[in-house]
Nanobody, 114 residues
Framework: EVQLVESGGGLVQPGGSLRLSCAAS????????MNWVRQAPGKGLEWVSA????????YYAESMKGRFTIARDNAKNTLYLQMNSLKPDDTAVYYC???????WGQGTQVTVSS
């Protein structure tokens, strides 16, 4: 059974940082490109970032460049998202997703507020 379990969300002040994790199991994690996707309250899904199977190439949505860093540890079957300089507009539920599949995690809430 495929499982993707996100963690690390929470309440943070503007300008703060959070590190999200996504623990994967039930599939060959190191064979897949991985993504972070988010959904803000009342809005649609927004792609955030992606990373190739070996972690060599990363991709970011324009508004996240320079603030967010995606990484993976294939030995631990874990995906990460380091988020710095957070803004209220970053408030959303963050999901990890396996590229080319319908595999999603349950999401972790990130709230940026003073």
């Amino acid at each position: 059974e495929v499982q993707l379990v996100e963690s690390g969300g929470g309440l943070v002040q503007p300008g703060g940082s959070l590190r999200l994790s996504c623990a994967a199991s039930g599939f060959a994690f190191d064979n897949y490109r991985m993504n972070w996707v988010r959904q803000a309250p009342g809005k649609g899904l927004e792609w955030v970032s992606a990373i190739t199977w070996n972690g060599v190439i990363t991709y970011y949505a324009e508004s996240m460049k320079g603030r967010f860093t995606i990484a993976r540890d294939n030995a631990k079957n874990t995906l990460y998202l380091q988020m710095n300089s957070l803004k209220p507009d970053d408030t959303a539920v963050y999901y990890c997703r396996v590229s080319g599949t319908d595999y999603w995690g349950q999401g972790t809430q990130v709230t940026v507020s003073s």
